[in-house]
């Protein structure tokens, strides 16, 4: 810790350094450029003086060529007037005054001519003079616009450089603070370590003179008092119960889980691989449907039938092999008796896969000599060959592999434990190869696909076969990339020791010997559970007095009220029974009331109707009909010698009648029967509630099974997420470092242009030296003329 702070604290120091010293770079860029700035101002002014100069020779030419005009024009007046005078001075006089008036003009002229010429010269001169001044003064307008735009853009990039310096110099200083605290709780901090160190050594060297010590006296204790020492020979050493590794057994069931999880992956894929290969047989290169295939093809799709059978046993054995590991058992090689059976599971499966092998690839031969078979189908079908050939030799490489695996289990001598790291190794390998034959065998079957879709006869039966077949070798394909790379991962585990073995490291174990060693190992944990068995707390003796006698009362009041309880059940019970009894034989009363107020009604109407002298017909026929309701009933004539029946408080009936005693027992029998039928409706009715909760109840297991599989796909593309988001977080630290050492590069580069742009502006200063001097030496040159 303090020596990555101090590393770091070097660094910032190194950052701090490099940035001061670009900072003075820059300070000095700016000075530079204000003294540029005040050098161009005082050339401005220079240029401006220069300039009014050259305004004020002009208005002096100007002022004497305007005086020069005058003069010219007073000139030709007195030319004028002298050619006037002569020719008046001609007619008086003679030769010799002409002569003399000739004489005189001529002179004039010439003076005139020299006058003009030079005139002529100065206005040329002037002309090219006033040229040469603006277009000078117009370069150094535009050069001082430049040069000033730049040093506005060198200020502006000078300033944000500055500001940005500052800032960082400030948040260093600020670190650079933070750090010393830190460096100094560091100190105290290591001074501590320092100290707690010294006592650790001492306390070291104390634990060691009394370990010392003990184990001279346990060294003693043993050569007295023990006789035999086991640990000494290894055929009796096995027999002991080594060292359990918890953390080992552990990471042994997951990796048994995850191995088990890809090699149903594998099954289902090789199943559908194989189903799919027997349906494409069926189809091409000819179709069942339409005329029978040949007898090649027959045989291996029969064998191709039977692909289940090789194929699942692998998952069960695998199965079987996950159940055995716990955490109670110990897992080597030498114990792991499973390994065995999912070992002869795979060589039935490899020797499935010889057996398939020649019929395959006369299969293939077959679709060569179809006429439909194009060359590049040809050469596809031929490498596609090849593949199954590697294929199947890569499936006999790991069927030896892992039966050298099974071998320590079964014939400990046959394999020594320094070689299982190798077998480990060479399996590995050989599962990367096998995910290579697999990615070829995808390749070339996808190529074929595609060369076979643009095939005339093509039919949609094939297509979708091709399709299916593809899907299955891309899963063969991602299955085996996962259980090569998953072992890959694991390899370390599997090569490592397992930390198991006996005592002493003196011997093998033998997996007989091992099985013994497993069962002393239970015994003595048994042995261990009751030893610790905790005893019960002990309880005073007037406490336990008391509560013995409050148990025994609580004991005979419990079977007293127990008694009681199964009484009032039993008198429940009874009381019930004759509830049901009661509401019977009320239902039953009920019924024969109404009859016989009915009849009674009727009887006292015939007997009315007999006193009032009516014939005994009329009267008989009258009440002698039935009516509706009554079932059974009988007219009877009123004979006073009878008896009257009578009704008693429960509403029962007394008659002497036969015929009644039937129809009562006939509506007796008819209210038991609709009694136990509604009986039965009811319980019909509680079964269909029941049969529906049932119904109901395993749709939602069904769901929650569903809910339960969705949760591990999703925990599992949730896992993959967040190796994804690792990966994105290890990809962004790199991107940063990345742009943090492209800003340093960028900052070392600006200081690089800053330098290289003050060397820009000390060239532009000596070229604006050199025009100053041309312009100097042209201005006296000019002059001069």
Aim: hydrophobic residues 30%; contains cysteine; proline residues 4%.
């Amino acid at each position: 810790m303090a020596t990555d702070l101090q590393a770091k604290y070097t660094k910032l120091a190194q950052e701090y350094s490099k940035l001061r010293a670009q900072n003075q770079v820059l300070k000095k860029a700016v000075v530079d450029e204000q003294a540029n700035s005040s050098s161009f101002k005082e050339q401005l002014k220079q240029r401006e003086q220069s300039l009014r100069k050259v305004e004020q020779e002009m208005d002096s030419l100007s002022f004497r060529n305007q005086q020069l005009a005058k003069r010219v024009e007073l000139l030709q007046e007195e030319l004028a007037n002298s050619e006037a005078r002569g020719k008046k001075s001609k007619q008086k006089t003679g030769d010799s005054p002409s002569q003399h008036a000739l004489q005189h003009p001529s002179v004039f002229d010439e003076d005139l001519q020299k006058k003009i010429e030079e005139n002529e010269r100065l206005h040329i001169q002037f002309f090219e003079a006033d040229e040469q001044h603006r277009h000078r003064e117009a370069q150094l307008r535009e050069q001082l616009e430049v040069l000033e735009r730049d040093a506005a853009q060198h200020q502006a990039v000078v300033d944000g450089l500055t500001q940005k310096y500052m800032e960082t110099i400030e948040k260093l200083q600020n670190d650079k603070a933070k750090l010393e605290v830190k460096s100094q709780t560091l100190e105290r901090e290591a001074k501590e370590c320092r100290l707690r160190t010294e006592e650790c050594q001492q306390q070291l060297r104390k634990f060691q003179t009394e370990l010392s010590s003990q184990l001279e006296h346990t060294t003693n204790i043993i050569k007295e008092k023990v006789p035999f020492n086991d640990t000494r020979h290894a055929h009796y050493n096995t027999l002991n119960v080594p060292p359990h590794n918890r953390r080992h057994q552990l990471k042994a069931q997951d990796v048994a889980g995850q191995a088990l999880g890809f090699v149903q992956d594998l099954v289902a894929a090789l199943l559908n691989f194989h189903t799919y290969t027997e349906q494409r047989v069926h189809i091409y290169p000819r179709d069942s449907a339409i005329e029978p295939i040949s007898p090649l093809n027959q045989k291996f799709s029969q064998y191709l039938h039977e692909n289940a059978g090789y194929v699942r046993p692998l998952e069960d054995g695998l199965q079987q092999l996950l159940e055995s590991i716990t955490e109670e058992t110990i897992t080597t090689l030498e114990t792991t008796v499973k390994l065995k059976d999912f070992s002869d599971h795979f060589t039935s499966y490899t020797r499935f896969l010889q057996k398939i092998l020649p019929y395959q690839l006369k299969s293939l031969e077959e679709e060569c000599e179809s006429p439909l078979c194009t060359s590049s189908l040809t050469s596809k079908n031929k490498e596609l060959q090849d593949d199954m050939r590697k294929m199947t030799s890569v499936f006999e490489k790991l069927q030896n592999y892992i039966s050298l695996l099974s071998l320590p289990s079964t014939k400990p001598e046959a394999l020594p434990p320094s070689s299982f790291s190798a077998v480990f190794t060479q399996l590995a390998a050989c599962l990367h190869g096998l995910q290579d034959a697999m990615k070829d065998v995808s390749k070339h079957y996808s190529q074929k696909a595609t060369l076979e879709q643009d095939l005339p006869t093509v039919t949609q039966k094939l297509r979708t076969t091709n399709e299916c077949i593809l899907s299955s070798l891309g899963s063969l394909t991602n299955s085996t990339g996962k259980i090569a790379t998953f072992f890959s991962n694991n390899l370390d585990f599997f090569t490592a020791s397992a930390g198991y073995g006996p005592r002493g490291g003196l011997g093998l174990l033998n997996p007989l010997q091992a099985e013994c060693m497993l069962q002393n190992k239970r015994r003595a944990a048994a042995y261990i559970l009751r030893l610790r068995k905790p005893r019960p707390e002990s309880v005073p003796y007037l406490e336990a007095l008391s509560n013995r006698r409050v148990l025994t009362s609580s004991t005979e009041s419990r079977e007293g009220l127990t008694q009681q309880v199964q009484q009032s059940q039993e008198k429940i019970a009874r009381l019930e029974q004759e509830k049901e009894h009661w509401l019977l034989e009320a239902q039953l009363s009920r019924i024969k009331l109404e009859k016989e107020t009915q009849r009674i009604a009727d009887l006292e109407r015939q007997l009315s109707m007999a006193l009032a002298g009516q014939p005994p017909s009329a009267a008989q026929s009258s009440p002698a009909a039935p009516r509706p309701g009554q079932e059974g009933a009988e007219s009877v004539e009123c004979d006073p010698k009878e008896p009257v029946p009578t009704t008693s408080l429960v509403g029962m009936l007394t008659t002497t009648q036969i015929s009644e005693e039937a129809g009562d027992e006939q509506s007796r029998e008819q209210l038991i029967k609709s009694h136990y039928m509604s009986r039965v409706a009811d319980l019909t009715a509680q079964l269909q509630v029941a049969d529906s909760k049932a119904v109901h109840f395993h749709a939602e297991c069904r769901a929650l099974a569903k809910r339960l599989a969705l949760a591990e796909k999703s925990r599992e593309t949730m896992t993959e997420e967040v190796k994804m988001a690792n990966q994105n977080i290890s990809r962004l630290q790199d991107e940063l470092t990345t742009t943090k050492r492209s800003y340093e590069d960028q900052l070392s580069m600006m200081s690089d242009h800053l330098c290289s742009m003050n060397e820009t502006l000390s060239k532009q200063r000596e070229e604006i030296d050199t025009l100053k001097l041309g312009s100097k030496a042209n201005s006296k040159k000019n002059k001069s003329r």
